[in-house]
């Protein structure tokens, strides 16, 4: 009989080895407690009990004893005895959950061909046999019980199966990794203590005191009526609901009143708020820790997004580090490319939070700024979480494209957190919009009316046009300057620095790329805005006379004579649909017109043919494959070293810092992701053309990958200043 089977080499103080069957049951009680909420505990708890079966030959066991005396890795390869048996067991395509617990999903013709290979491989066959005497339930006495929409008898669809596996291997690898943590700390992380199901008295009584604490706005009684329209939808049962807040309607405290309080009616244990860009993600993370994390102590709000810090010192931040590996907290606020370049990816790091994706709500804020090319596999996601996985998803936009429409979606309930949307949009149109068309303007012209306003934001297409017209606005008065040609942290202090001189009433101009639109909150009574899509002109508007103080904030809304000429090829199709159906004749707040831009805008998209090519790699499980098709960013720009802050005390330290840390990305040692973290306050974007002829002219150098560090000039409020080869100049 097989004796001293191990897992895992000896930790240190106590030099206890971790023994195979125990690693094996440990990981399979895991894997099935978070496969519960979806049905799939059995399944799971299988993968996970198979996953390192293949640890159990002779030749694996002294290369773990070799590593041990001598270091290194044990070398000998372990993943294809679990996966032979889930194949051997009719369990098809989760023998890929196995395969690739530590490299990643494989696709399914490469599984067949290493399944091929282990039909006959003696190893295979020597792991199976000794691991079989210490733990015998490794074969299946009995049929497994499966999710119930597998065996209803209906036909199963690809892209549900799709998930299944991500989910399964999901709970795998996160089981796998906190069993392994367990045995080299010698203690198990304790889960934590709350769920999203007890927040709503917390959130309550943190919005009670956050509202008496703001200034009033003639408003509010109309923001409190969308809250409790909210509150009153979430007793409805789990499904996709909608909430087209108009901007300004509160929809921040209303996202988080309909997820606490259905969080609470369905016993749901996470709320995953996503958002398109970082500065909404920080600016929303805020608000719900304020609301959430009380006196007791317990953190509940995780923050988890490139931008922020995971390595300093405290408590809390060794908490957000660990809750962040595995999203094991029960209010979650991320990016929407983190969340879905996580559930597409087929890496372990990336997917091991995918499993509390499920029996989870899901709302997914700003959704107009999902990509069009990429919105078939997001809804079909959507759809099969929501139908096949216990979760709740909530599309929140003031600018809410008709999902419905795409083929996922078609013939699936949604519900309508507000009945009656349109009164609400009519009662809260706080601008009167100025169209400046025909005959075009100049920049020139623009700067020179927006001089002469006390308060002004004026926001363009492009990072070129937004330091044009930020010179030409300085020759008349002092402004400030928002584009992502400015490193993050001076992004961070120019705005932190705009939102006070507006809560003080001092002047302030300011001329930003669109970064500033969807959800920043920002409140001027005079705006300007450069002629682009509908979504982006109403997104804008929401940054003027956002509180109601006003009668009416005025927008004028102008296409440059001498503007960046990339435009038409950056926006395409949208472009021209909005042309077609707003101007001096149609606000873009018209709902009606909206809707019928966006049908327009998904038709010259092909928005169906798009995403399919993904769809298609999903049905036949090319897992790897559909990673590196889904990408939210598109690849034309590159991240730049900037050395902002060097004129301000303490740069020589900090200045000593980032060449510290670029010497050690150069040097390719250990450790780069926390170098990059660590650089993030420092990093602007430029277009791709535009890095490459800075390195050939001498002002960048690069670093490592498509990392560069920027030599030239640096100015003091616009950043990085270059021109673009590159067509397709940068947008934010």
Not at 306 to 334: K, M
Not at 599 to 628: L, S, T, Y
């Amino acid at each position: 009989m097989a004796r001293d089977l191990w897992a895992h080499s000896a930790r240190d103080g106590d030099g206890i080895r971790h023994e195979l069957d125990e690693h094996l049951r440990g990981t399979a009680r895991r894997a099935g407690q978070f496969a519960e909420v979806f049905g799939g505990e059995a399944l799971a708890a299988h993968c996970g009990l198979v996953h390192d079966v293949g640890k159990g030959t002779c030749e694996w066991q002294q290369g773990l004893i070799n590593a041990e005396v001598h270091g290194g890795r044990v070398g000998v390869p372990h993943k294809h005895a679990g996966a032979w048996l889930l194949d051997e067991q009719q369990l098809g395509i989760m023998a890929a959950v196995v395969f690739g617990h530590h490299g990643g999903l494989p696709s399914a013709a490469r599984l067949a061909e290493e399944l091929r290979y282990a039909d006959t491989a003696p190893l295979v066959a020597e792991a199976i046999k000794r691991v079989e005497e210490l733990v015998p339930e490794i074969r299946l006495p009995n049929p497994l019980a499966l999710p119930g929409w597998l065996t209803d008898g209906k036909p199963v669809d690809p892209h549900d199966m799709d998930l299944l596996v991500r989910m399964v291997f999901s709970t795998v690898v996160d089981a796998d990794f906190l069993d392994t943590e367990e045995h080299f700390a010698a203690a198990a992380r304790c889960p934590h203590p709350v769920s999203a199901a007890q927040l709503v008295e917390k959130f309550e009584q943190g919005r009670v005191q956050s509202l008496a604490e703001a200034k009033p706005s003639p408003i509010d009684g109309l923001r409190e009526g969308v809250y409790q329209q909210a509150v009153a939808a979430a007793g409805g049962p789990r499904g996709v609901y909608r909430l087209p807040g108009p901007t300004g309607s509160g929809k921040t405290f209303a996202i988080g009143g309909f997820a606490t309080h259905h969080a609470r009616v369905h016993g749901l244990k996470r709320i995953i708020v996503a958002v398109p860009y970082m500065s909404i993600t920080e600016q929303n993370a805020d608000v719900y820790r304020r609301l959430l994390d009380g006196a007791d102590g317990v953190p509940v709000v995780l923050e988890h997004h490139s931008g922020i810090d995971l390595d300093g010192g405290g408590v809390r931040t060794r908490w957000q580090r660990l809750a962040a590996e595995n999203w094991d907290a029960p209010f979650v606020v991320t990016t929407t490319i983190r969340l879905f370049e996580s559930l597409f990816s087929s890496k372990p790091a990336a997917m091991r939070r995918v499993h509390r994706l499920a029996g989870a709500v899901i709302v997914l804020d700003e959704v107009q700024a999902l990509p069009d090319r990429l919105l078939i596999p997001i809804v079909s996601a959507l759809r099969s979480l929501a139908e096949r996985f216990g979760s709740t998803v909530l599309l929140a936009s003031a600018t809410q494209p008709p999902f419905e429409l795409l083929s996922p979606l078609r013939g699936m309930p949604i519900t309508d957190v507000l009945a009656e949307p349109k009164p609400l949009y009519q009662a809260l149109n706080r601008v009167r919009y100025e169209w400046r068309l025909d005959p075009k303007p100049t920049l020139a012209d623009i700067a020179e009316e927006a001089a002469a306003q006390r308060q002004v934001l004026a926001i363009v297409n492009t990072t070129k046009d937004a330091q044009r017209i930020h010179g030409l606005l300085e020759e008349h008065r002092p402004a400030l300057h928002l584009s992502t040609r400015m490193a993050a942290e001076h992004r961070r202090r120019t705005l932190g620095e705009i939102k006070r001189l507006l809560a003080d009433d001092e002047p302030v101009a300011v001329c930003s790329t669109q970064l500033v639109e969807a959800g920043v909150d920002l409140d001027f009574p005079y705006g300007f805005r450069a002629f682009a899509p509908a979504d982006s002109l109403q997104q804008a508007a929401g940054r003027i006379n956002r509180s109601g103080r006003l009668p009416y904030g005025t927008v004028i809304i102008f296409d440059p004579e001498d503007g960046n000429g990339g435009v038409q090829a950056l926006y395409g199709a949208a472009l021209e649909a909005t042309r077609d159906r707003f101007g001096p004749h149609c606000a873009p707040d018209d709902l009606d017109a909206l809707d019928s831009y966006y049908r327009a805008r998904f038709d010259f998209h092909n928005v169906e043919q798009a995403g399919q090519e993904i769809q298609r790699e999903r049905q036949v499980h090319d897992f790897p494959r559909v990673g590196e098709l889904f990408r939210m960013i598109d690849e034309w720009t590159v991240p730049v070293v900037t050395r902002y802050g060097d004129e301000e005390p303490q740069s020589e330290e900090r200045s000593g810092e980032v060449d510290r840390i670029l010497a050690h990305l150069r040097g390719g040692y250990p450790g780069a992701g926390a170098q990059l973290r660590a650089l993030r306050p420092y990093l602007a974007t430029l277009p791709r053309g535009a890095a490459r002829k800075a390195v050939e002219e001498g002002l960048a150098v690069p670093v490592v990958g498509d990392l560069i560090e920027w030599l030239g000039d640096y100015h003091p409020r616009r950043g990085i200043e270059l021109g673009s080869p590159d067509p397709k100049e940068l947008v934010f």
